[in-house]
């Protein structure tokens, strides 16, 4: 069973940045479709950024020019970074990651962007 475990949520002002990670725990996490999706109280849950095993990329409207995803397969890990973040970036950000049938979701990490 893949275990992923995200960090770098917090709090930030609006204009900052943040950098998210999610580290799995599998040596072949290069293999995997990784993504991150962000999910609000009440709302439905939204594809943020993702990453193939190619290392193609997209993102979402709301987010293009603003974030970055990126890998590093040495450390088995996928980083999200997050500038010029908006109020409306406020939510719960989650980590997912996908290979063949099988879908695992990371626990998910608080990102609150306020002044």
């Known amino acids: 069973q893949l275990q992923l475990v995200e960090s770098g949520g917090g709090l930030v002002q609006p204009g900052g940045s943040l950098r998210l990670s999610c580290a799995a725990s599998?040596?072949?996490?290069?293999?995997?479709?990784r993504a991150w999706y962000r999910q609000a109280p009440g709302k439905q849950r939204e594809l943020v950024a993702a990453i193939n095993s190619s290392g193609s990329t997209n993102y979402a409207d709301s987010v293009t020019g603003r974030v970055t995803i990126f890998r590093d397969n040495a450390k088995n890990t996928v980083y999200l970074q997050m500038d010029s973040l908006k109020p409306s970036d406020t939510d719960v950000y989650c980590c997912?990651?996908?290979?063949?049938?099988?879908?695992?979701w990371g626990q998910g990490t608080q990102v609150t962007v306020s002044s």
């Open positions: 997912y990651a996908r290979i063949l049938l099988s879908a695992y």
């Open positions: 599998t040596s072949i996490f290069r293999a995997y479709y």
